[in-house]
Protein backbone atom coordinates (compact mmCIF):
# COMPACT_ATOMS: atom_id res chain seq x y z
CA UNK A 1 0.00 0.00 0.00
CA UNK A 2 2.91 2.11 0.46
CA UNK A 3 3.85 2.50 -3.47
CA UNK A 4 0.37 2.96 -4.25
CA UNK A 5 -0.06 6.46 -6.14
CA UNK A 6 -3.38 7.39 -4.72
CA UNK A 7 -4.56 7.95 -1.30
CA UNK A 8 -8.29 8.49 -0.18
CA UNK A 9 -7.98 12.36 1.47
CA UNK A 10 -5.07 13.53 0.02
CA UNK A 11 -6.61 15.52 -2.95
CA UNK A 12 -3.21 16.67 -3.81
CA UNK A 13 -2.56 13.16 -5.33
CA UNK A 14 -4.25 10.92 -8.39
CA UNK A 15 -7.93 11.01 -7.91
CA UNK A 16 -8.23 7.35 -5.49
CA UNK A 17 -11.78 6.04 -7.31
CA UNK A 18 -9.72 6.24 -10.79
CA UNK A 19 -6.05 5.09 -9.26
CA UNK A 20 -8.30 1.45 -8.08
CA UNK A 21 -10.08 1.27 -11.37
CA UNK A 22 -6.77 1.11 -12.92
CA UNK A 23 -5.51 -0.93 -10.63
CA UNK A 24 -8.33 -3.38 -10.66
CA UNK A 25 -7.61 -3.07 -14.67
CA UNK A 26 -3.56 -3.35 -14.72
CA UNK A 27 -4.27 -6.87 -12.69
CA UNK A 28 -7.21 -8.46 -14.50
CA UNK A 29 -5.06 -7.75 -18.06
CA UNK A 30 -1.31 -9.24 -16.41
CA UNK A 31 -3.38 -12.55 -15.41
CA UNK A 32 -6.70 -12.99 -17.36
CA UNK A 33 -6.78 -16.13 -16.84
CA UNK A 34 -6.85 -15.66 -12.96
CA UNK A 35 -10.06 -15.44 -11.40
CA UNK A 36 -10.77 -13.04 -8.27
CA UNK A 37 -13.79 -13.44 -6.19
CA UNK A 38 -14.87 -10.90 -2.96
CA UNK A 39 -16.79 -12.54 -0.38
CA UNK A 40 -18.45 -11.58 2.43
CA UNK A 41 -15.61 -10.63 4.29
CA UNK A 42 -14.42 -8.38 1.50
CA UNK A 43 -17.52 -5.82 1.40
CA UNK A 44 -20.15 -7.09 4.35
CA UNK A 45 -18.90 -3.53 6.67
CA UNK A 46 -21.51 -2.45 9.01
CA UNK A 47 -23.51 0.67 9.18
CA UNK A 48 -21.05 3.30 9.99
CA UNK A 49 -21.86 4.24 14.43
CA UNK A 50 -20.40 7.50 15.92
CA UNK A 51 -17.74 7.27 17.84
CA UNK A 52 -19.00 8.95 20.75
CA UNK A 53 -22.29 7.22 21.17
CA UNK A 54 -21.73 4.17 19.37
CA UNK A 55 -24.53 4.05 18.07
CA UNK A 56 -26.03 5.04 14.71
CA UNK A 57 -26.43 8.62 13.43
CA UNK A 58 -29.33 8.95 10.86
CA UNK A 59 -27.66 13.11 10.25
CA UNK A 60 -24.45 11.54 9.80
CA UNK A 61 -23.36 11.88 5.98
CA UNK A 62 -21.41 8.75 6.01
CA UNK A 63 -24.70 6.84 6.97
CA UNK A 64 -25.66 8.32 3.93
CA UNK A 65 -22.43 7.44 1.69
CA UNK A 66 -22.69 3.80 2.84
CA UNK A 67 -26.35 3.37 1.88
CA UNK A 68 -25.30 5.21 -1.92
CA UNK A 69 -22.02 2.64 -1.59
CA UNK A 70 -24.72 -0.47 -0.92
CA UNK A 71 -27.37 0.58 -3.96
CA UNK A 72 -24.10 1.66 -6.56
CA UNK A 73 -23.41 -2.14 -5.27
CA UNK A 74 -26.57 -3.60 -6.16
CA UNK A 75 -26.61 -1.80 -9.50
CA UNK A 76 -23.79 -2.51 -10.90
CA UNK A 77 -24.03 -6.80 -10.25
CA UNK A 78 -27.60 -5.94 -11.77
CA UNK A 79 -25.81 -4.35 -14.51
CA UNK A 80 -22.84 -6.10 -15.32
CA UNK A 81 -23.41 -9.71 -13.98
CA UNK A 82 -27.09 -10.44 -14.41
CA UNK A 83 -27.76 -8.30 -17.30
CA UNK A 84 -24.18 -8.65 -19.13
CA UNK A 85 -24.65 -4.92 -21.21
CA UNK A 86 -22.27 -1.99 -21.15
CA UNK A 87 -23.79 1.30 -19.53
CA UNK A 88 -23.45 5.08 -19.40
CA UNK A 89 -22.53 6.92 -16.43
CA UNK A 90 -25.78 8.35 -16.57
CA UNK A 91 -27.51 5.39 -17.05
CA UNK A 92 -25.90 3.78 -13.79
CA UNK A 93 -26.52 6.97 -12.46
CA UNK A 94 -30.32 7.01 -12.63
CA UNK A 95 -30.48 3.44 -11.35
CA UNK A 96 -28.95 4.10 -8.30
CA UNK A 97 -31.14 7.37 -7.64
CA UNK A 98 -34.14 4.68 -8.66
CA UNK A 99 -32.92 1.72 -6.12
CA UNK A 100 -31.95 4.41 -3.65
CA UNK A 101 -35.73 6.34 -3.81
CA UNK A 102 -37.44 2.99 -3.71
CA UNK A 103 -35.65 2.01 -0.61
CA UNK A 104 -34.15 -1.57 -2.55
CA UNK A 105 -30.93 -0.79 -0.45
Not at 7 to 18: H, L, P, T, W
Not at 21 to 45: G, L, M, R, S
Request: hydrophobic share 30%.
Amino acid sequence: MANRTWKINDFGDDNYIEQFECFVCKKVHKHPDTYHFADIHHYNCPKPKSSLTKQQNLSNVWLEEWRKGECEAKVFKNFVYLKGENYSIQAFNNEVFKYYKMGLC
